[in-house]
């Protein structure tokens, strides 16, 4: 790339909050910048306060921060750092958030709630964001909550890559979503296999619980082996009712893949109880701890796709294709 296009140490200043540090660290080497000190500390009344370690005046300021527990906690630091910058003078502002947790509160399907996806948009907007890249948010519709330029990333080609090295047949392995919700995104990570797809028939009872209707069944007949592709996984009680009904079709072999693995509570076990899935595959947009990182886990970093997306959009290119939505029209 020429000299013009290429990230310069002295134009930008990168910085990360505590929810994410290692994956921030990724994406600055990945853009051979230097990850920048913040400090953070708490006041005896237990208000926090934030100092970012470097003059960001004149500067295009990346911030890394991805919505994982505890939530509140690393949204007012991104709130934070986000003001800070403005204030101190940036010329722009990138909130890098890899999870965004809130864009499952996407509707208002119950009296009295808040549709907070879009609520939190408009705080981050507040705070003094000019820019979002985030990475494949829970329904499209969330991308329009933000009124302010925002880039929705996909994982898919990583997890492509991945199983194009196992050499899968199509004969013999199809790709499931676990909902219609999910089926387009599924159906675009299958194609880059050459896979046909599925759809299961979800109705989620609670945050913990879910039903799913013995259609799947039909869908999958023929196939030994199935690959479940979601966006998260929470506590896993998506994961498990399918699982469950893809055994009762005959499927031999099951491979869970998800952007986002939060992993909470009993979710790990409750997957590690099923035998015949080979491998969880999933990304570090959520900081796992070696505690959670199973024998059959694989976690793909994301700092490459970020990178390049940030390299292009500093240089005004297109990042068109590293979209979650985008599909060649051919």
Avoid at 74 to 102: C, K, N, Q, T, V
Avoid at 122 to 151: C, K, N, W, Y
Avoid at 216 to 241: H, K, L, M
Avoid at 320 to 326: P, Q, T
Wanted: with cysteine.
């Amino acid at each position: 790339m020429d000299q013009e296009h290429t990230i310069q140490q002295s134009d930008v200043r990168f910085f990360a909050g505590r929810s994410n540090p290692a994956l921030a660290a990724g994406i600055a080497r990945h853009l051979d910048i230097q990850l920048e000190d913040t400090y953070f500390s708490r006041f005896s009344n237990d208000n926090l306060e934030v100092q970012l370690g470097a003059s960001v005046r004149g500067r295009s300021v990346y911030i890394v921060q991805s919505l994982t527990p505890p939530v509140s906690d690393h949204l007012l630091e991104l709130f934070m750092m986000l003001d800070i910058a403005r204030g101190a003078g940036a010329r722009e502002r990138h909130a890098i958030i890899p999870y965004y947790s809130y864009a499952r509160s996407d509707k208002k399907d119950m009296p009295r709630i808040s549709i907070a996806a879009r609520l939190i948009a408009d705080l981050i907007t507040a705070a003094g964001a000019t820019h979002v890249m985030t990475m494949q948010l829970h329904s499209p519709q969330v991308h329009g909550f933000f009124s302010l330029p925002t880039d929705p990333l996909t994982a898919r080609p990583l997890f492509a890559h991945h199983f194009e090295a196992k050499a899968f047949t199509p004969e013999d392995t199809i790709v499931v979503a676990p909902d219609t919700g999910g089926a387009k995104s599924a159906s675009r990570f299958a194609d880059l296999l050459s896979m046909r797809t599925a759809a299961a028939n979800k109705t989620r009872v609670s945050d913990t619980e879910v039903r799913m209707g013995g259609l799947i069944r039909r869908q999958v007949q023929g196939f030994r082996r199935a690959i479940i592709y979601d966006d998260e996984i929470a506590t896993g009680s998506t994961i498990v009712e399918l699982c469950q009904l893809l055994l009762q079709a005959s499927i031999e072999e099951i491979y869970v893949v998800c952007t986002h693995g939060l992993f909470m509570g009993e979710a790990l076990a409750r997957l590690t109880a099923i035998p015949q899935i080979q491998e969880i595959v999933t990304t570090d947009t959520v900081a796992i701890p070696p505690a959670k990182r199973l024998p059959n886990m694989t976690i793909l970093s994301v700092a490459s796709v970020f990178g390049q997306a940030i390299q292009r959009n500093y240089a005004r290119q297109s990042i068109g294709d590293l979209f979650e939505y985008w599909k060649d029209r051919g």
